[in-house]
């Protein structure tokens, strides 16, 4: 009885999202031509901006470096703080609390706030990748601090050791492998991030794609776009080997 | 070597793991501790080395105050005693030759140990040490590709290489299977006889206890209930040690 009334509530919360958004299968359908007109009109890319769309891509990904190697490091102190077998238990709920506050803004958000602050360019771009990527770092690093085996770390006490010394022996072994994966894992999403931080100004190849679309030049932008997806798939695809090889 | 003086522990959730212990265990002795789970074995050799920290009583260890050190005392007794575990411990991760060099940890720089580099002779001694345990061409294995008697012949080689005057083992054998246990406890018969090193081993199982234990001492809901040499164990004398208390309170 509960159960039914569970699901009934869940399909009709679907039903009237999809109402108020004005969801129309036909209006798809209809769409559909200039959906391939669009297309065709991309075709073929103009390779005369593939130089512009390189450096774009260059920006882009420099961004996702500082702000991915910035943000890792802010987060090491905050995770330490953030996990319960860490943290005292004020600190533990001031910290996640905090965290919680921070990460529920995108970087884009961030990045509109910090194009206000300190104006355009690619500077806005990476504190707002250093904001959101150290927030959300310090949540997956205390989670792993918090899955951590505790026995092995009795183990090195156990011999004598000093409390740097455990520290070095005990656990950091258990999890650098976790925090580098974590860290390349952000890395990919950052470059995702930071691909459209251009559309608000703060740098990178965003800003290449919104100005060939609103020029309505469509062959300079499909270039663009291209470049922009070769970048991303050979990051993920050596991003990921590499994770696969930590853990 | 070993003098525990009426030692308790009453953890905060109101479990007694010990209640009033004394004992004095004398350099060279291989002590079987028995007792069936929840009698204190753990707690008893935990408060040798201060893993836990008792609510009254004293121990020393080779003259040297354990409940009342420093930290810096601490160190120094942990140092000398070698601690074997049941889950061995080790870290997964780290190779079998690293996680043999933690037991070197004390002895060593600590700034040349934070940096991984191990003085060629504390590299040497755990190769070596290795090698006595049972284990070579392992050294650069991940530990966690061992088996858990190769796993726990590790445990040992690490608290071997602290070079310790004690060896305590809690439960040592209990992950591995009868073969394996055999082997582990001959193996520390071997370095108890050899090294003429104390040993300490808590095992729940009987038949091994005296077989190995020169001495077996008996633990009940936290208190000795039997002290003696493994020859004269009298089956009632067994029995009375694992009976289970029908209240599980201390008698």
């Known amino acids: ?247 | 070597m070993i003098r525990v003086r009426g030692l308790s522990k009453r953890y905060p959730s109101g479990t007694v793991g010990l209640d009033g212990v004394s004992l004095d265990v004398a350099a060279g002795e291989f002590v079987a501790l028995i007792g069936s789970s929840g009698a204190g074995k753990s707690t008893l050799l935990r408060c040798l080395n201060g893993l836990v920290s008792p609510s009254a009583g004293t121990v020393s260890v080779d003259d040297q105050p354990v409940t009342s050190a420093s930290s810096a005392g601490l160190r120094s007794v942990r140092a000398r005693v070698g601690f074997v575990f049941q889950q061995f411990n080790l870290l997964k991760r780290l190779s079998v030759l690293d996680n043999v060099l933690v037991g070197s940890l004390a002895r060593v720089d600590v700034w040349r140990s934070l940096l991984g580099r191990f003085p060629a002779e504390d590299v040497e001694r755990a190769r070596r040490t290795l090698k006595r345990v049972g284990l070579e061409g392992v050294e650069a294995q991940r530990a966690d590709t061992l088996s858990g008697g190769q796993q726990q012949r590790v445990a040992i080689a690490r608290a071997l290489v602290q070079e310790p005057r004690v060896l305590l083992a809690d439960e040592p054998m209990s992950s591995l299977d009868p073969a394996l246990s055999r082997s582990v406890m001959e193996l520390l018969r071997d370095i108890n006889r050899e090294d003429g090193l104390t040993v300490i081993a808590s095992l729940h199982v009987l038949d091994l206890a005296t077989t190995y234990g020169k001495r077996i001492v008996g633990l009940r809901a936290g208190r000795v209930v039997h002290d003696g040499p493994a020859a004269g164990l009298s089956p009632a004398a067994a029995e009375a040690v694992f009976a289970s208390d029908p209240a599980g309170e201390p008698r």
Request: charged residues 10%.
């Open chain 1, 1 to 247: 009885m509960v159960r039914w009334s569970g699901w009934l509530a869940i399909a009709a919360a679907i039903i009237w999202s999809a109402w108020s958004t004005e969801v129309s299968p036909g209006r798809l359908i209809e769409g559909f031509p200039f959906m391939l007109d669009f297309i065709r009109r991309m075709l073929p890319p103009d390779p005369s901006v593939l130089g512009q769309a390189l450096r774009g891509a260059l920006q882009t990904l420099q961004i996702a470096v500082v702000g991915t190697a910035v943000g890792a490091v802010l987060a090491l102190p905050v995770a330490f703080a953030a996990a319960r077998n860490t943290a005292p238990a004020w600190a533990f709920y001031w910290t996640r609390s905090a965290l919680n506050v921070f990460r529920a803004m995108d970087t884009l958000v961030y990045a509109l706030f910090f194009v206000a602050a300190v104006g355009l360019g690619p500077f806005p771009g990476v504190l707002a990748v250093v904001v959101y990527t150290a927030t959300v770092l310090a949540k997956l690093y205390s989670e792993a601090i918090e899955a951590m085996d505790p026995l092995p770390v009795e183990a090195v006490e156990a011999v004598g050791a000093t409390r740097l010394q455990v520290l070095r022996w005990g656990v950091v072994p258990q999890l650098v492998p976790h925090f580098l994966s974590f860290t390349l894992y952000r890395f990919e999403t950052n470059i995702r991030a930071a691909a459209v931080l251009g559309f608000v100004g703060a740098g990178g190849i965003g800003f290449y794609i919104q100005t060939y679309l609103r020029l309505l030049n469509y062959p300079a932008a499909s270039t663009v776009l291209l470049v922009l997806v070769v970048m991303v798939m050979v990051v993920d695809f050596a991003s990921s080997r590499l994770r696969a090889r930590l853990v």
